[in-house]
């Protein structure tokens, strides 16, 4: 199909983007594992840490979808349509998570990064999912933000989990007198 196959080199960037972040992701996750953790800090993780993983997933499975040959374009606006409702139904239990635990004190930023845009990504792609029948191209452009969003929004998640784990953790392990790594 000549509409989807116009993003196919967008698609390749981002998937193959999410999926390498993916893999960085567990090598991260493998090297702060020796760390101290108290049960809270588990708690946070899934809060916290899990969703970059999905948004990452989400964005790689997104590009999947988006560069498989279909015929016509309903299928792939299917797949961003159920990809964006459950999406929406996970931030709902991310934010349930974010107020159950309690190692951390979100900040607005927090909230901002691990709550609101994800939600607003997720909820533009089951918008486009209505919306491709109206406006193709404006749709595809709505899902190729939405990736986007998901993929900085994983960075800078990523990004702020592991300065903190290394920094932040470090920082308290060494006032407590527990060992670092």
């Known amino acids: 199909m000549t509409t989807l196959s116009a993003w ?29 953790t108290a049960k809270d800090l588990e708690r946070a993780s ?9 948004h990452f997933g989400a964005v790689l499975l997104l590009a999947a979808a988006i ?10 606006a299917t797949v961003w349509g159920v990809l964006g ?6 931030q709902i ?17 927090d909230v901002f990064f691990h709550l609101l845009l994800p939600f607003a990504a997720y909820a533009t792609l ?11 191209h404006g749709a595809l452009l709505g899902v190729g933000a939405a990736a986007l969003v998901l993929l900085f929004v994983g ?6 989990a592991v300065t903190y784990h290394v920094i932040i953790s ?12």
């Open 46 to 54: 899934s809060a916290f840490a899990t969703p970059t993983i999905v």
């Open 67 to 76: 560069s498989a040959p279909w015929h016509e374009i309903a299928p792939a």
């Open 85 to 90: 409702l459950v999406g929406v139904l996970y």
């Open 93 to 109: 239990i991310v934010a349930r998570r974010m107020r159950a635990q309690t190692a951390y004190s979100p900040q607005f930023e």
């Open 8 to 36: 196919a080199n967008f698609y390749v960037i981002v998937g193959s983007s999410a999926g390498a972040l993916i893999g960085l992701q567990f090598v991260v996750i493998t090297l702060i594992a020796n760390m101290p």
């Open 155 to 160: 960075i800078h998640n990523a990004w702020d």
């Open 170 to 181: 470090k920082d308290e392990q060494h006032h407590r007198g527990l060992p670092t790594c």
């Open 126 to 136: 089951a918008a486009c999912w209505y919306a491709v029948r109206l406006n193709v």
